[in-house]
């Protein structure tokens, strides 16, 4: 089923069906809302023929907008993976907000220091990373790829992160404020930045105090 079709059963352009579907031009609800119910009844996907899509742009030097964001997740080696409690509300925070625009996640563990061949190929319209080297991100860059870092800011990159340094002194000082003078620090991960950051923010607290 093709935007033609369904312009041709409700008798209107085909730009008006397109705008519709997509949402690249304003369009009145009630036709909007026309063409849906029609699409539906016919059984239109926005991702049928979406490999041809795909080989026709390629042809003509294009990018086609595949509906689908990378979210990629560090090796095992750093002791989390996609289900562990770290992880879990990230996926879930992204899958929410990629379903309401009509998107796909595509879960993606590194394991080496090329892009997996969907994402090389054109296959993802972005990446949310965890973690990402200079050579994966230099290689994203290249192929003009969107990406935005999680937990973990580089130089240069799109980022969110928590600020893990004054969280864990923020954290300190209030055990200190209670009255507590032996404070200890558990769970550090010596490759883990964040947790490199918290022990930071930790012994900046307890310094600031004259404790050991």
């Keep these: 089923i093709t935007h033609n079709d369904i312009a041709e ?5 085909r730009a008006a069906v397109k705008s519709a579907l997509t949402g690249t031009c304003p369009i009145s609800q009630v036709t909007r809302e026309r063409v849906l119910s029609e699409a539906r009844r016919m059984g239109y996907h926005r991702h049928s023929n979406s490999a041809a899509r795909m080989l026709a742009a ?8 595949s509906d689908v964001i990378a979210m990629c997740f560090g090796q095992l080696e750093n002791g989390h993976a996609p289900h562990d409690p ?21 879960l993606w563990q590194t394991n080496d220091e090329t892009l997996p061949r969907p994402i090389a190929e054109g296959g993802v319209d972005g990446i949310l990373g965890f973690s990402l080297s200079n050579e994966l991100l230099a290689h994203a860059q290249r192929i003009e790829l969107p990406v935005v870092m ?12 928590a ?5 864990a002194r923020l954290a300190t000082q209030h055990l200190i404020d209670l009255g507590h003078r032996r404070i200890a620090y558990l769970g550090h991960l010596p490759n883990f930045s964040a947790s490199v950051h918290r022990l930071d923010g930790y012994e900046k607290a307890l310094r600031a105090n004259g404790l050991k």
């Design 163 to 167: 600020d893990d340094r004054e969280g």
């Design 86 to 106: 770290f992880f879990l509300p990230f996926f879930q925070g992204a899958r929410h907000e990629a379903q309401t625009h009509g998107l796909d996640i595509f």
């Design 58 to 65: 390629r042809r003509y030097g294009k990018r086609l907008r």
């Design 9 to 13: 059963h409700l008798g209107t352009l």
């Design 150 to 161: 999680l937990s973990v800011l580089k130089k240069g990159v799109h980022g969110i992160a």
